[in-house]
Each structure stands twice: as C-alpha cells, then as structure tokens.
C-alpha cells in the first residue's frame, strides 16, 4: 500500500521493493538508489544494521528507519563520518505522507529528519547541555531535528533567516560544537539532542 | 568373540591335553617316559590348534552372512562337523588310533563337536551381552541430548511468546486506552457543553481522575509490563536495547550512557553477536540497578558504562543515591548474581561509586564472541 502511495508521488522513482535485508543488498545498487526507506524489524535482520551495511558500499545514500518504537537513539553510534543522512520516523498513525515525504528528501540530500511528534514530546535531561540552552535556541534546535532549513525555520518562527544562523552558532558554542570541517555541527545538534534528552 | 573362543579352546585344547596324554602313556606302559610323553603332548596341543585354525576360518568365512536364527544353527552344525572331519584323519594319522577303534572314534568327534559348541556358544554370547551393554548405553546418551535440545526449543518459545505479548501491550492495548481517553474527553467536554447547571464538582472531579487513571495505566502500567515480558529493542542488539531503557527515564534524572568500540563492535548499530540469553541477562542486570537506585536509593544521576577487555563484557552502573549502607545485595542483585554464574560471571555491589552513591560491578564472559 505504501509503495503504491509512493509511486503516486510526483519525482519519485521506486527503484526496489524488497522484503527482507538480503533481499534489499541484492537489488539496491550503489549509486543506483538516493535514499532507502528501511522498517527496523526485518525478518533476516534489522533496518539498523541493514542501513549500515548499505551505507558502507554508498556513502550518499539516504537511510529513512521506520519504527513502532522510537529507536532514534540508535543514531548515536552510527561509524563516524556515517551520521549524516539518516532519519527515523515513527511507525504510527500519527506519520503523514507529507512528513514521511520531507525525510526521504532530506535524508536523500544528506540531512537529518526525527520525527516530529517524538521531538516535540521531548524533555532536555536535567545536567545536560541541551538543557542549558536558552527557550529560543531550544525551539531552533527542535526544528533542526525535525529536518527544517534555516529558511523554513525561519517562516515557522517568524524570524529572518539571519537570526536563524546567529541562533544556531550559538547553539554550536554552547554544545562546544564548533564547525572545523571534521564533524557536520548540523547533525553533531541533532545526535546531541536525542543522546541529552528524556523521550518516554 | 575371539577372545572367548581362544579362553573355551585353551582349556580344552590345551589344559585338558597333558592329562589325556599321561593317560595314555599310562595305559600303554610309558610312564616314565618324559621326553616321549612331551612330546606326545606337543602334537596333541598342535592338532588342537589347527583345529582352531579351521574353526576360526570357517566362522570367518561365514561372518559375513547374516548369523540369526536357523542360519545360526546351520553355521554351528557346518562348523562342529567340519572341524570334526578334520581331527579324524588327523589323529589317525598321528597314529593316536586306527580306525577299527570306532567306538573311540566316535567317542572322540562328538567330544569335539561339542567343545567346539561351547567355544563358539560362549563366543555369541559374549557378543551379544557387550551389543546389549553397548545399545543401552547408546540409547541414554540419545534420550539425555533429545532432553536438551527440548528444553532450548521450549526457551526460544517462551521469549518468543513474550515477545508477541510485549508487542501486543505496545501496540493494541496502548492504543485502545488512548482512544478511550479521547473519547472521554470528548463525552466530558460535550456533556458539560449542554448540562452546566446541573454538573457537580464531583462529577467533574470525578471525570478528571478516570482521565489521569487511563494515562497512568497507558504510560506505566502497560509499559512497564511490557518491559518486563520483552525488553523493548532487544533484537536490535544490547547497546540498542540499554540506549532505549536510559532514554526513558524521566527527564529529571541525569544520565549518562557509553559503549566502548569492542562492544558497539560486538552489539550496536544492529548487530546481535551475544546469545539472546547473554543479551537479555545484560539488560536485567541494568534494569535492576535502575529500579534499586531510582526506587530505594532516590537517585537524581545515574551513569552506565559497558566494556570488553580480554573476552569479559563489564556492566558498571553508578548512581548518586543514599548508598547500601550495611545491605551487601538485594534479593534481585542475589537472583541475577546466580544467573551470571551460569555463564561464568558475577554481579556485586560496592560503595565505590562514581556519582557518590551505590555501584553495581557485573561481569560476564563473552570470550567465544568477542577478541
């Protein structure tokens, strides 16, 4: 039913359809795929450590877990340099075919997407550094987890895009998370805000 | 068979030998006639040992037929009455009678045939009773493995249905009780709506704490059930599975979580090397220490850490609680401390915590996976 729904998607090209992890590693092709909507529970295996082994052979494939349990934390110890372009949404009712849309083509482009309603239930943790943020920066980093541009969170806040990045470079220097290249701070945000928060 | 034929033959074909022998030298008149006398007895033994010779043969010659039944018998009587014609010409021939002698004669081939019974007889049965032993013997190592392999698939049953039923609570139950708390809502809302006059305090008391009862058994209750049938995320590995517990905390409590490389090596980003035993056990352990620092220790901090050195996986969990004081373990500390045994491991606690508070030190040996 779901692929139906995505075929019906206007620029969206369902290149494979397969029902299990080994099944998947034989048809998806690297470079052949830009993103891959993967459900975590597989019969011979799991999303998670599907997606790994995907990533490894194409590094600019997008991964999007689909879950009935918020298993987001299992970004955390993603192999450095693979924490970009993987996003996780909620296997519930509550995920619409907008939002599941937005991630893959976030996810395809490299950025991260949590879902939505996760994130908003989301309490920063007592001691952590998410938790010493300011409410503005706090509401800045919510979006940039929820995969939101600058400039559409800039529309969503009411602000200029320019007191988005201030925002966010600030965020950056209190999460001591200064760009140098390495790490992208973006996704090092995110990683930070589902390690340093309570979701029950 | 050839050692009991050879134990029949020797106390006939030879013991028996230097007493017959004397008795003939005896009866013809040569009685101190050593040299002649051994002699006599060295031919006897021989005669009897080519004997043996051509009873073995045949027995060989026929093994490879099927030895039951009637078959048996035939094979005894062929090999009796051959091994009989044999000794005949021999002993003539040796001079030990002649042939006018035919009462001897006779005499003489029925003593072999039947000796040569009892040696092969004694030789079956032997056989048989070590086949017995062996058949036995056998059939109790197949019953005690059938028992195991038993008592594995009945435990993979179990964690299976507990699973069905975890999921079951997470999914189904959750979600009737939600829509039941909506739904009164709704019926609150509406019913207020069109009676204001006549509603009582009571009465929207009443509804609020039906309403705080339904989320309390739909985020605890349920939850923590289910947690207890299956922890949530336990196929995805062990770092998935404690990443999930300590994310559910309240966001009061600070935590804090770290995996060194050999054990997200080992079970994170999906992998699932350990049994699901082991992997399970890990995760009670951890569930234990959280309950007993946030429940009697009143926590406000807890930190978790798991390493691998040398092929023993470490579980070290400390809070910033009252401490143990003079307690040494606790009934669940004590149950998992027997259950770690079981592979090898240990759990203990200590007053040498981190966070000031208690300390759970837990060990389990992980070596047939990891390096």
Redesign the interface.
């Known amino acids: 039913m779901l692929v139906g729904l995505l075929k019906a998607e206007p620029g969206v090209e369902v290149v494979a359809v397969a029902s299990g992890a080994r099944e998947a590693r034989e048809l998806i092709i690297p470079g052949g795929v830009d993103v891959a909507l993967l459900d ?2 597989l019969g011979d ?8 082994s995907l990533r490894a052979r194409d590094p600019k494939l997008g991964i999007v877990l689909l879950s ?4 987001m ?2 970004l ?4 450095v340099g693979m924490s970009a372009g993987w996003s996780y949404l909620s296997k519930t009712s509550s995920t619409t075919m907008a939002t599941l849309m937005h991630a893959l083509r976030e996810s395809a482009a490299g950025g991260t997407v949590l879902d939505p309603g996760l994130v908003d239930r989301a ?6 550094a998410i938790a010493g943020l300011s409410a503005r920066q706090y509401q800045v980093v919510q979006l940039v987890a929820k995969g939101l541009t600058n400039a559409a969170i800039a529309e969503r806040l009411e602000i200029s895009p320019r007191s988005v990045e201030n925002h966010l470079n600030s965020v950056y220097g209190a999460l001591d998370l200064e760009p140098n290249g390495e790490r992208n701070p973006r996704v090092a945000t995110v990683l930070q805000f589902i390690e340093e ?4 | 068979m050839l050692t009991t034929m050879l134990v029949v033959f020797s106390v006939y074909g030879v013991g028996v030998v230097p007493q017959v022998a004397a008795q003939t030298a005896h009866a013809d008149g040569r009685d101190g006639d050593l040299p002649a006398l051994f002699a006599d007895i060295g031919m006897r033994v021989l005669v009897n040992l080519v004997l043996l010779g051509v009873a073995l043969a045949i027995v060989f010659a026929t093994s490879s037929l099927e030895h039951r039944g009637r078959r048996l018998i035939f094979d005894l009587a062929i090999v009796c009455v051959g091994t009989a014609a044999v000794r005949a010409p021999l002993q003539v021939l040796l001079g030990h009678y002649t042939f006018d002698d035919t009462t001897k004669v006779l005499v003489e081939t029925y003593t072999v045939i039947l000796s040569v019974l009892a040696m092969i007889g004694a030789g079956f049965l032997h056989v048989s009773v070590r086949r017995r032993v062996r058949e036995h013997e056998r059939a109790s190592a197949q019953q005690a493995l059938r028992a195991a392999a038993a008592l594995d698939a009945l435990a993979t049953e179990e964690l299976r249905v507990r699973r069905d039923v975890a999921e079951g609570l997470h999914g189904t139950v959750q979600q009737s009780l939600m829509l039941l708390g909506m739904r009164i809502d709704f019926r609150a809302a509406d019913v207020l709506a069109r009676n204001k006059a006549h509603i009582t305090e009571v009465d929207l008391q009443d509804l609020v704490e039906i309403r705080a009862d339904l989320d309390r058994i739909r985020e605890i209750d349920v939850r923590t059930m289910s947690q207890m049938l299956y922890p949530v995320g336990l196929e995805l590995g062990a770092v998935a599975a404690l990443r999930m517990l300590m994310q559910r905390l309240p966001a009061t409590i600070a935590s804090s979580a770290t995996f060194d490389d050999a054990v997200i090596a080992l079970e994170g980003n999906g992998s699932t090397t350990l049994t699901l035993d082991r992997r399970l056990l890990i995760v009670r352990i951890v569930e234990e220490a959280l309950t007993n620092a946030l429940r009697h220790g009143r926590a406000s901090s807890v930190a978790l850490a798991l390493t691998i050195d040398r092929g023993i996986l470490t579980v070290v969990f400390d809070d910033d609680g009252f401490g143990i004081g003079a307690v040494i373990t606790t009934s669940g500390i004590a149950r998992l401390d027997e259950r770690l045994r079981e592979f090898g491991g240990s759990i203990a606690l200590s007053a040498e915590s981190a966070l000031g508070g208690t300390r759970v030190l837990a060990s389990i040996p992980v070596g047939d996976v990891a390096p």
């Open positions: 975590v529970e295996g799991n999303g998670v450590g599907l997606g790994v009935s349990h918020d298993v934390t299992l955390l110890d993603l192999p309490r920063p943790r007592a001691g952590s928060s309570s979701r029950v």
